[in-house]
């Protein structure tokens, strides 16, 4: 055909992108409105539908004229955009989305997200410029799914909600390093698989399939017997209730250590028929969340300054360690064997070539980096001239399912791993002959494997069955799993942990992530939780004054009432509201601010940002209707 395009075009399309140097924070909007809160608040790529072909009909969505605004906005502040182009088309609908392709090139935007192969050959075609991105719709549940549709032009798999954190890994570990693995963390959860519910259609003739879905999951079902028409039995499930299908909501906040380490690199959050307010909250939850993850995992300081490249912490039994594990060892023998000659100047910081460096360590790592494979070569024998010019490359080819951790006949309770005398131990001290194989330490600080003289504690070196890098048998399939090396819990603020809480939602849950605690229906309502409300957007602050801020009203404010500002990138403000202070757009005093969307005036010391959300407590927290 005259119109294709070289693969290789489409391949090295913006690859630099791919390759991420950080965790993305994907936030949802269904307007233009949304689109810009989100970038706001944070958000490295915010993903929103057009007036057809979306998987969502309720929201306003954007018209072309939306998206060249929102990707200029979006690109100036460093973020992306995606479309949704997901839904699944009949033959009548193909040429239009043609058509509505070509459109979308021209607006500026970043990805296309689709679901049916034939409209991603015809957008690798149409649009080879834009990168493609395979929805949750395609139900992408194995990397052998990923990387076929790799081959065919896609840059990212958007998971199955379906899948969990071990799935997670395995897929990482088997795709290109430059497919990104795009993984839900927040928001509403559907009880079909992967959003293909067709209850919706069956019932009202509204196809969840082309973004019209009724949610039917959430209505409260009763029990009608043919022959007695009019009588409507309670459906009880023991006394829990009647909401048959209704799904928990999706919070993984405190959990996307482990999911980033698993190899997730696009964090997703649900809600593009949501308001500006959730948008704003949620998505400044989530990048505050990450940018603690990259401090606290050592990828950046506190100022964004990049101190080492970002990778996930996968590894698979039996293939080559990766270069930053090699890294992080050798960084962490490096800052011990200082902190060993500071403490003890007659303790030597390295010993010959060919030896091990003084190992003090290994009896931190145990605690910091349990499993971390030890890199150093067992054997002491000196390489021949046939193999000495491998020497240098030897760290680099090492074997993960050969480096494992475990302790060694040859390891001293100290920690030193170059023993030298026949009992096991280095004879850098004192305790250390006893004829049984142990170093004669009677304190269970004894390292050796082989140790089981009578009042000595086994060793405390974590067993193979503990190492997530210890070599492991297959399953029946003869499938091995990957694994992920530990890392410390990366903590959060308190106040990050209650930011989910502040928006409308159902009972959290984890999703299908572990699957020891699945989610589950709450089948005694389908209501959301409000504790929090919004009472206004913040228009203008100017320090005249001593500092005071305009706002467009949303519900009622009053004197000593508390409210909080929530803002970008930080914890909220909180503020108490100041008596006898407040003004109408016109200047005129007012007593409160009783006038929803009408503009107002009251003394504010702190500087607070355009379009700052404003939302304080309700007087008593309710249920609001799905």
């Given amino acids: 055909m005259s119109d294709t395009v070289n693969p290789d075009t489409v391949n090295n399309v913006k690859n630099a992108m791919n390759r991420r140097t950080k965790p993305e924070v994907l936030a949802p909007a269904g307007n233009l409105r949304g689109l810009k809160t989100a970038v706001d608040f944070g958000a490295d790529a915010v993903y929103c539908g057009g007036k ?23 690109h100036e502040r460093g973020a992306r955009v995606y479309v949704t182009c997901n839904i699944l088309p009949r033959n009548a609908e193909v040429k239009a989305m043609r058509e509505y392709i070509g459109q979308l090139k021209d607006t500026g935007v970043d990805a296309l997200i689709v679901t049916d192969i034939g409209i991603l050959m015809e957008a690798r075609r149409i649009a080879p410029e834009l990168e493609l991105h395979v929805s949750t719709q395609a139900g992408v549940t194995n990397w052998g799914a990923a990387n076929a549709l790799y081959e065919l032009g896609a840059r990212r798999v958007v998971l199955a909600r379906e ?28 009880m079909a698989f992967s959003g293909r519910c067709l209850i919706s259609n069956y019932l009202t003739g509204r196809d969840g399939n082309h973004g019209e879905c009724a949610q039917p999951c959430r209505w409260k079902y009763s029990l009608v017997e043919e022959k007695r028409p009019g009588q409507v039995f ?15 909501d999706m919070c993984m906040m405190e959990h996307l250590d482990e999911l980033i380490d698993s190899g997730a690199t696009s964090l997703k959050i649900e809600g593009r028929a949501k308001s500006a307010y959730y948008i704003a909250a949620i998505t400044n939850a989530y990048r505050t969340a990450v940018d603690e993850y990259m401090v606290q995992r050592g990828f950046e300081s506190r100022d964004g300054e990049i101190l080492r490249p970002f990778h996930d912490r996968v590894v698979v039994p039996g293939q080559p360690a990766p270069a930053w594990l090699l890294d992080e060892r050798a960084a962490a023998a490096d800052v011990d064997a200082a902190v060993v000659a500071d403490a003890d100047p007659s303790v030597p910081t390295a010993v010959a070539d060919g030896d091990a460096p003084v190992d003090a360590v290994l009896r931190n790592a145990d605690a910091a980096f349990s499993g971390v494979p030890d890199l150093v070569s067992e054997d002491p024998a000196e390489p021949t001239d046939a193999t000495a010019s491998e020497g240098a490359d030897a760290a680099d080819t090492a074997v993960v399912a050969d480096l494992v951790a475990t302790p060694s006949a040859a ?14 131990c280095c004879g850098g001290h004192d305790d250390a002959a006893s004829s049984d194989g142990c170093c004669g330490r009677g304190d269970g600080s004894c390292r050796r494997a082989d140790a089981d003289a009578a009042g000595v504690a086994e060793s405390t070196a974590p067993s193979a069955g503990d190492d997530p890098l210890a070599p492991v048998e297959s399953d029946e399939s003869g499938w091995i799993h990957a694994r992920v090396v530990p890392a410390p819990k990366v903590t959060l603020p308190d106040w990050l942990k209650e930011e989910p809480y502040k928006v409308a939602h159902r009972d959290y849950s984890t999703g299908f992530y572990y699957p020891e605690q699945k989610v589950v229906q709450n089948t005694d309502r389908s209501a959301y939780f409000r504790s929090w409300l919004i009472v206004g957007e913040v228009l203008d602050w100017t320090a005249d004054e001593g500092g005071r801020v305009t706002i467009m009203s949303r519900n009622k404010i009053e004197a000593g009432q508390e409210i909080e500002f929530l803002l970008p990138g930080r914890a909220p403000l909180a503020y108490t509201v100041p008596g006898g202070a407040f003004r109408d757009e016109n200047g005129e005093p007012v007593d409160a601010i009783n006038n929803p969307a009408h503009v107002f005036s009251f003394p504010c010391s702190e500087p607070v940002p355009h379009n700052a959300a404003i939302r304080s407590r309700t007087k008593r927290p309710t249920l609001k209707a799905a």
Avoid: W
């Fill in 52 to 74: 057809a072909f979306g998987m969502r009909s309720a929201p306003k969505n954007l018209t072309l004229e939306d998206f060249e605004e929102g990707s200029r906005y979006a």
């Fill in 163 to 190: 899948m969990d954190m071990q799935a997670v890994r395995d897929i990482r570990a088997n795709i290109p390093a430059d497919m990104d693995v795009e993984c839900f963390v927040h928001g509403s959860m559907c």
């Fill in 234 to 248: 309670p459906i009880e499930e023991t006394a829990e209730g009647t909401y048959l299908f209704n799904s928990q």
């Fill in 411 to 424: 390891t001293c309770a100290c920690g030193r791993t170059d023993a030298t005398q026949s009992d096991g």
